[in-house]
């Protein structure tokens, strides 16, 4: 709904409709040329040079059934609308017309939070849209107008009588072959008026008018890939700006959707021992248009940027409103937990998950280690603590493990799994690849992996034996440990123009869920030095002095030297010069990073339910919960030398510090595309809190139509359904997920695709409706289906796709 001020609807109705000139509005409409105002389906008629105003009457007369109607709603596509009572007369004037005064009820204006409602409520003794026409008595659609604007039937009834069946009613049937008779084409306003959304300009302008500015000046908005949908907001990177083309909307393109002015945007930043104040993200924030405030003040966030947030946080947010955590997401975070959820999915699917090295939770599993042991005496092993990261407290041990030792191990929580003996080697160096993940929905999975990451090297050189398990900068690549090493050198990366940004904080390894906070679930280690809890001469990881470090790894690609911490595109490259299948690594690794979310989503969804709102602000189709959550992990991911990746440990909190201008460079764009990509609409908090107040009271009145889901088939019959017969919800999920692609910047989607959607699906332990859904679209063609727009395949209702290009 793009309308002019607070009366102006969220979308219009399924009801008949007709374009008057706005002009004419103070006095008898007249009727669009070519045709009777009233018919039996949708009329348009548009005059490009006159300001417009989208009248709505429900239900419309026929000449042979004349009845009285219920309402009309007015809703505002004009540049410079016409006063809203003024066009409730035209309104009431125009079904008048179609009436041959026929007694009627009073016209309403409706609130742009009402008009889904009064589409529902249809009279069930109304004439149908199919009757009319067998009755011949509707007035016949004039030839200017095309066929396509009265595709859709007439009321939501006949649309939910199709969801419920899983086929088409006759109703149903009359309207698309009614659609079918044209060229298959919607516009803009019959693309709104279908594809409902909780958005309207309504809720973004200014509520007040101090301080106004021009929208353009605020910050920038995207236009979505599709006609008639919400903008979305734009961020850029600040130091190395990103391309977006006719995509960005100017102050023309904002004042035709109504966005002649844009309300602040705020943020706010709950930092603790996990979350820090890192230059990229503030730097992101700022630069677009954000303005930082507490994040107490939740109800004016657009986001919250902290810990992960309860259930009953969730609870309060608002459909704009998003969190960069996922609840619970320390069953990632946590080695002990990872480690149970991986071994989880490994049972059941023995052959297709094993993505960490065998492994075992202390204390309770301490007697199945030393089982272990005596049947692998050459095997080592290491010992990691429940929460601790940065390298803190990890020891290596051999199978002939000290009985002092030993005690005290079992003793203290912590997750102890086979080393990885035989990793890939560069210039003689251990390696290990921080792959930065984003997650923008678990119900349904999607899932975005960053084109750059980093790799971290050791800084002396690999020659493992039970002699020098100790030597922590030969066996522990993680950056924290090795910028201690005189060897350790910075990159500089030719591809920063500028020096890095000081930041507070610059350890790449990043903290973990429940790192020392009691009350984290199963949160152990406090914060004691584990490095003087566990001591003994055999196997103990522990400071003493090294042995003359190497210099740094050097002349890897092509004869420059190289730095202790590579980009992923320097490792590409030395892959090409060495005969190494940089493909088939990244596949793997693509491969391993689907699964590990798998093992953990039935927890995460579940506590994602457990703050669920559903529905916004009005009354929408939808097929689950409200998505206000995103999340950026920091996948810590060991190749050994036969390209096979093994899964280390998942960062909760990785770190976005800028230590070095190849920190800079990857972390900055990675936080500007992952704001871009999750879609923040812009909206003014005072004018949402009052419309969900308003709301509020007229659920508790019974006045208000419930939201909930709404699902045109189920599980066990998606599988085989017809795109074109998937109701609004469903195409309102496809659409967000294309849209959300086309947003992506340097992202890549490696979950779902044409590919991956299928081949995944067995191993999800519940077949998730809108996972089946975004399964059953990629089966049929995905973007090819949106782009080609056959009418066998998509609705003439569904919005018509005018952008391609990614941004």
């Known amino acids: 709904g793009y309308g002019g001020g607070d009366d102006s609807p969220a979308r219009p109705p399924a009801m008949p409709v007709v374009w008057v000139p706005a002009a004419s509005c103070g006095s008898p409409p007249l009727p669009p040329p070519g045709g009777s105002v009233a018919t039996a389906g949708r009329l348009r008629q548009r005059n490009p040079s006159t300001p417009e105003l989208l009248i709505q009457a429900a239900p419309c007369f026929s000449a042979s059934n004349a009845r009285p109607a219920r309402s009309a709603a007015v809703f505002g596509f004009a540049t410079e609308p016409a006063p809203v009572l003024a066009a409730a007369a035209a309104a009431s004037a125009v ?112 509520s007040s008018t101090a301080g106004k500015k021009p929208a353009s000046e605020q910050f920038r908005c995207l236009h979505s890939a599709f006609e008639g949908r919400p903008p979305v907001l734009f961020f850029d990177d600040k130091f190395h700006p990103k391309e977006a083309g006719d995509r960005i909307m100017d102050d023309a393109a904002l004042e035709e959707v109504g966005l002649t002015s844009l309300p602040k945007m705020y943020w706010g930043l709950h930092e603790t021992k996990d979350v820090h104040a890192y230059h990229s993200v503030l730097n992101t ?33 608002h459909t704009f409103q998003k969190a960069n955590h996922f609840p619970h997401s320390w069953q990632l975070g946590r080695k002990d937990l990872l480690w149970k959820n991986a071994q989880k999915l490994q049972r059941q699917f023995p052959k297709q998950c094993e993505i960490m090295p065998r492994g075992f939770v202390l ?152 790192e020392g906070d009691p009350e984290s679930p199963g949160g152990g280690g406090g914060g004691e030095d584990e490095e003087d809890v566990i001591d003994g001469n055999h196997g103990a990881e522990g400071s003493g002095p090294q042995a003359d470090a190497p210099p740094a790894v050097t002349q890897a690609t092509s004869g420059a030297v190289h730095s202790s911490k590579w980009s992923l595109a320097e490792l590409r490259e030395y892959f090409a010069k060495t005969g190494r299948d940089y493909g088939l690594m990244t596949e793997r690794i693509h491969d391993l990073i689907i699964k590990t979310l ?77 704001f871009t990509l999750v879609g923040f609409m812009p909206f003014d908090h005072e004018l949402v809190e009052r419309t969900a107040k308003e709301d509020q009271m007229r659920r508790l009145q019974g006045t208000m139509p419930r939201s909930g889901i709404v699902r045109s088939h189920t599980p066990q019959n998606i599988g085989s359904a017809p795109l074109r017969d998937l109701g609004e919800a469903e195409w309102q999920l496809i659409l967000d997920t294309h849209d959300e692609f086309l947003r992506r910047g340097s992202l890549k989607r490696i979950y779902p695709t044409e590919d991956t959607a299928r081949r995944y699906s067995q191993l999800f332990s519940t077949q998730r409706y809108a996972n089946l859904v975004l399964a059953r679209w990629f089966e049929c063609g995905g973007e090819r289906v949106l782009r080609e727009r056959r009418h066998d395949e998509v609705p003439p209702w569904v919005p018509r796709q005018i952008h391609f290009n990614s941004c």
Request: net charge positive.
């Open 598 to 674: 798998l093992a953990v989503e039935p927890a995460t969804v579940s506590a994602l339910q457990q703050g669920a709102t559903f529905g916004g602000l009005g009354s929408v189709p939808q097929l689950g919960a409200n998505q206000n959550c995103f999340e950026i992990f920091g996948f810590d991911v060991l190749v050994d030398d036969d390209l096979r990746p093994w899964l280390l440990e998942v960062n909760t909190f990785p770190s976005l510090a800028s230590s070095s201008p190849l920190d800079k460079r990857i972390k900055t764009r990675l936080i500007a595309d992952a």
């Open 95 to 206: 079904v008048a017309a179609g009436g041959g005064g026929a007694k009627r009820r009073p016209v309403s204006v409706a609130p742009f939070r009402r008009v889904r409602e009064s589409s529902r409520r249809r009279d069930p003794a109304a004439p149908t849209e199919a009757k009319q026409r067998d009755s011949g008595g509707g007035t016949e659609r004039p030839a200017s107008v095309p066929a396509a604007n009265s595709a859709r039937p007439a009321t939501s009834r006949s649309v939910s009588a199709r969801r419920g069946s899983g086929s088409k009613s006759k109703r149903g049937e009359d309207g698309d072959k009614a659609a079918n008779a044209g060229s298959g084409s919607t516009s803009n306003g019959a693309a709104v008026a279908m594809m409902g959304h909780y958005w309207t300009s309504a809720l973004a302008c200014c």
């Open 363 to 514: 204390p309770d599993d301490h007697q199945a280690w030393v089982i272990a042991r005596e049947q692998q005496p050459s095997a080592y092993w290491i010992w990691k603590p429940v929460g601790l990261s940065c390298g803190k407290g990890i020891r290596i041990f051999s199978s002939d493990v000290p009985s002092g030792v030993e005690r005290k191990l079992s003793k203290k929580p912590g997750v102890v799994q086979r080393y990885v003996d035989r990793p890939m080697l560069l210039e003689g160096y251990k390696f290990d690849l921080r792959i930065y993940v984003v997650v923008t929905s678990y119900d349904p999975l999607k899932v975005y992996v960053n084109a750059e990451g980093l790799v971290r090297l050791a800084t002396e050189k690999y020659a493992p034996n039970a002699d020098n398990l100790k030597r922590r900068m030969m066996h522990l690549t993680n950056y924290s440990v090795n910028k201690h090493a005189e060897a350790y050198v910075q990159n500089q990366d030719k591809a920063a123009s500028s020096p890095p940004h000081p930041s507070g904080g610059d350890d790449e390894d990043g903290g973990d869920a429940g």
């Open 285 to 317: 924030a700022d630069h677009n248009g954000l303005v930082k405030i507490s994040h107490e003040s939740v109800a004016k966030l657009a986001l919250y940027w902290g810990p992960q947030p309860s259930p009953d946080m969730l609870r309060t947010f």
